[in-house]
C-alpha cells in the first residue's frame, strides 16, 4: 500500500502522508515516495504543492525514522541522507510549497515543514525538535534554517529543550503565517493556493529562488567548517550517541553522560 497519497486538481498538487500506522515517520521509503510524487506532478502542471496527513490526523509527521539512523561514528545528517536531500528538493522546487499542519511535527519532520514555503496549522498543531533528547548532533544547513526563520533565541529554546511548541507559540515565534480553526483550515489553505495559481509562475520562480539564495548567503571560512564538523563529530562519536538510540529503541528515557 502506498505510504502517501498524490493529486493534482486545478494546478494544485497535493502529497498527503498516509502512514499513521507508523506516525508518518520520514523513513526511506516515506521520502522515495515523496520525491516520485513531485517529478511526477511536476510533469502535469503543477503551480503550487500542498503537503499535509490525513484530515484530523493527530501527527503530521514523527520525523527522522531513528530506526535507519547511522551506528556511532557517521554523520547522522550527511548530505545525501534521504531526509537532508528532499529539504534541499523541497527548497528548490520553483513553485511555492504549503505545508498544512494538523497534529504534532516531530524532529526533521519541523525541517521538512520549515523547508515550506507557507505554513497553515490549526490548533491542533505543535512542533517539538528532539535532537538533543537522542544525541544527535544536527547539522549546519538546518540549524541556519531554523535560525533564519524564528530567530536565535527561539530556535536556541527549541532546540535546547526538546518541548513541543504550541500552535499558538509557534505562530508568534514566526514558525505558522496563519493560525486557523480546525474545520476551516483545508478550505483556507487550498483557497491561498488557488489565488496563487492565478499569478505569474515564472515570477513566482524568480522571487523564491532570490529568497532562498539570499536566506543562505552567510558564508563561512573554511577554517570554521572545519571547527562546526569537528565539533559534531564529538557527538555522533559518542557514547551519548549510541545512548540516545538504544534508549529510544529500548523505550525508555535515556542516560546522558557528556561522554
Not at 528548490?92 to 504534532?104: C, F, H, K, N, R
Not at 529543550?161 to 505562530?171: M, R, V, Y
Amino acid at each position: 500500500m502506498a505510504i502517501i497519497n498524490t493529486q493534482l486538481l486545478d494546478n494544485i498538487g497535493t502529497i498527503t502522508f498516509n502512514n499513521h500506522e507508523q506516525r508518518n515517520v520520514l523513513s526511506t521509503a516515506l521520502i522515495n515516495e515523496m520525491m516520485e510524487s513531485i517529478v511526477a506532478l511536476q510533469k502535469g502542471k503543477m503551480r503550487v504543492l500542498v503537503i499535509r496527513a490525513l484530515k484530523g490526523s493527530k501527527v503530521w509527521s514523527a520525523g527522522h525514522d531513528v530506526h535507519e539512523l547511522p551506528l556511532p561514528g557517521r554523520d547522522p545528517l550527511a548530505y545525501n541522507d534521504p531526509l537532508v536531500t528532499v529539504l534541499r528538493s523541497i527548497q528548490s522546487l520553483p513553485i511555492p510549497v504549503i505545508a498544512m499542519i494538523e497534529g504534532s511535527v516531530w524532529g526533521g519532520a519541523c525541517d521538512l515543514a520549515l523547508s515550506c514555503d507557507i505554513l497553515i496549522g490549526s490548533q491542533s498543531a505543535s512542533f517539538c525538535m528532539t535532537p538533543a533528547k537522542i544525541g544527535v548532533p544536527y547539522n549546519v544547513s538546518g540549524i541556519l534554517h531554523f535560525m533564519n526563520i524564528m530567530g536565535v533565541n527561539f530556535a536556541k529554546e527549541m532546540f535546547f529543550t526538546a518541548e513541543p511548541l504550541s500552535a499558538e507559540q509557534a505562530h508568534k515565534a514566526g514558525l505558522l503565517n496563519h493560525l486557523v480553526d480546525e474545520g476551516s483550515i483545508e478550505s483556507y489553505t487550498y483557497d491561498m493556493a488557488a489565488k496563487i495559481t492565478r499569478n505569474s509562475p515564472l515570477s513566482i520562480a524568480v522571487i523564491k529562488e532570490q529568497i532562498r539564495l539570499l536566506a543562505s548567503a552567510h558564508p563561512l571560512s573554511p577554517l570554521t567548517f572545519e571547527r562546526v564538523q569537528g565539533l559534531r563529530r564529538t557527538v555522533y562519536d559518542s557514547k551519548d550517541y549510541e545512548e540516545g538510540i538504544k534508549a529510544f529503541l529500548e523505550k525508555r528515557a535515556p542516560v546522558f553522560t557528556g561522554e
